[in-house]
């Protein structure tokens, strides 16, 4: 499994997200977007209004590396963050057939190969008593 039960909640809750892409030039892109994870293929399908016309699916296209985040502020008294970030590979598929959306609308589609979760899964543990979960995810699939 990709993500764990608290991951996959965690991004259930949440509605928007910042994809981060290399342009072929070597800068970057960072652009906020809607999301959903897959669970029939354990990825993040992302999409967005002309999304195959724009700069992250083109960048995304070109040279498929991307970080993306998914974060809150759970609480201010305390000060409670609760975040996500993958970092990993992605696919701009101009006709999905397996969208987590239903639809054969165009997505970005990102497999992690590093997931790194903050204060997400322990809501009662103080938030200085936190420590964040980081793993490298298999490629082998």
Same mark, same amino acid.
């Not at 499994?1 to 991951?7: G, I, L, S």
């Given at each position: 499994?990709?993500?764990?039960?608290?991951?996959i909640a965690y991004l259930a809750e949440q509605r928007l997200g910042r994809l981060a892409t290399l342009?072929?030039?070597?800068?970057?892109?960072?652009?906020?977007?809607?999301?959903?994870?897959?669970?029939?293929?354990?990825?993040?399908?992302?999409? +967005?209004?002309?999304?195959?016309?724009?700069?992250?699916? $083109?960048?995304?296209?070109?040279?498929?590396?991307?970080?993306?985040? %998914?974060?809150?502020?759970?609480?201010?008294?305390?000060?409670? %963050?609760?975040?996500?970030?993958?970092? +990993?590979?992605?696919?701009? &598929?101009?006709?999905?057939?397996?969208s987590a959306y239903g639809t054969p609308e165009p997505i970005i $589609?990102? $497999?992690?190969? $590093? &997931?790194?979760?903050? +204060? &997400?899964?322990?809501?009662?543990?103080?938030?200085?008593?936190?420590?964040?979960?980081?793993?490298? %995810?298999?490629?082998?699939?």
């Open positions: 499994m990709t993500f764990t039960d608290f991951e342009r072929p030039d070597g800068t970057l892109q960072n652009s906020p977007v809607g999301f959903r994870y897959n669970p029939a293929t354990e990825t993040i399908d992302i999409v +967005g209004f002309r999304l195959a016309a724009s700069h992250k699916f $083109r960048n995304v296209a070109a040279t498929g590396e991307v970080a993306f985040v %998914v974060d809150d502020l759970y609480s201010t008294d305390p000060w409670r %963050v609760r975040c996500l970030e993958i970092r +990993g590979r992605a696919e701009a &598929i101009e006709q999905p057939a397996d $589609r990102i $497999r992690a190969r $590093r &997931i790194i979760s903050f +204060g &997400i899964d322990d809501p009662n543990r103080p938030p200085h008593e936190l420590v964040p979960h980081n793993r490298t %995810v298999s490629t082998a699939a």
